[in-house]
């Protein structure tokens, strides 16, 4: 069983930035990727996927704003997010696409607040 370790998130400013890392503990090559994210109060979303060639998609409310990333030697998946807004407030999760194939890690809060 694979296990997921995210990690990056805080407290930042609206407009700033944070970078998201999900480490895996095994190869995770042959995986799509996706991040989710789960405001208090609401149901998981898939926010981004990374396919296993590279290939990505956003949710429309993050696109043009949030990247992301595989390095497979390193059995990491990133999630650059620039030009935060408050509603990106959530707990960050990473996973394969649903039906997720591993168990949830404990996620990384991200909070967007002046």
Same mark, same amino acid.
């Given at each position: +069983? *694979? &296990? $997921? *370790?995210? #990690?990056? @998130?805080?407290?930042? &400013?609206?407009? @700033?930035? $944070? =970078? $998201? !890392?999900?480490? %895996? #503990? =095994? #190869?995770?090559? !042959?995986?799509?990727?996706?991040?989710?994210? +789960? %405001?208090?109060g609401k149901q998981r979303e898939q926010v981004a996927r990374i396919t296993t060639d !590279? #290939?990505?998609n956003y949710a429309e409310s993050v696109k043009g704003r949030f990247t992301i990333s595989r390095d497979n030697a390193k059995k990491? *998946?990133?999630? &650059?997010?620039? !030009?935060?807004?408050?509603?990106?407030? %959530?707990?960050?999760y990473c996973n394969t696409g649903v039906p997720v194939r591993f168990s949830w890690g404990q996620g990384t809060q991200v909070t967007v607040s002046s």
């Open positions: +069983q *694979v &296990q $997921l *370790v995210e #990690s990056g @998130g805080g407290l930042v &400013q609206p407009g @700033g930035s $944070l =970078r $998201l !890392s999900c480490a %895996a #503990s =095994r #190869s995770i090559f !042959s995986y799509d990727m996706n991040w989710y994210r +789960q %405001a208090p !590279s #290939s990505t990491t *998946v990133y999630l &650059q997010m620039n !030009s935060l807004k408050p509603e990106d407030t %959530a707990v960050y």
